[in-house]
Nanobody
């Protein structure tokens, strides 16, 4: 059974930083791509950042240059470093991975950017 547990969310002022963590259980981690998604109130869930098992990264245009996804296979953990945060980054952030036959999600962590 796959378990993904996000942490690191909170309230931060515009321009501030947060680092999200997603700890994964199981032996799949080093072989799997991992993603960070977010969902704001009234909006669809969107992919924010993605990292392959080999460390290749991709980002949605709105966070390029501000967010960095990384992974530590020894710790079974994927991170999302978020800098220069904006109010529009406010959302619940989820990590995700696909293990046949389903996508697996954590419970999410709330990020609120407000003065």
């Amino acid at each position: 059974q796959v378990q993904l547990v996000e942490s690191g969310g909170g309230l931060v002022q515009p321009g501030g930083s947060l680092r999200l963590s997603c700890a994964a259980s199981g032996t799949f981690f080093s072989r799997n791509a991992m993603g960070w998604y977010r969902q704001a109130p009234g909006k669809q869930r969107e992919l924010v950042a993605h990292i392959t098992s080999g460390g290749i990264t991709n980002y949605v245009d709105s966070v390029k240059g501000r967010f960095t996804i990384s992974r530590d296979n020894a710790k079974n953990t994927v991170y999302l470093q978020m800098n220069s945060l904006k109010p529009e980054d406010t959302a619940v952030y989820y990590c995700n991975t696909y293990i046949y036959p389903a996508f697996n999600w954590g419970q999410g962590t709330q990020v609120t950017v407000s003065s």
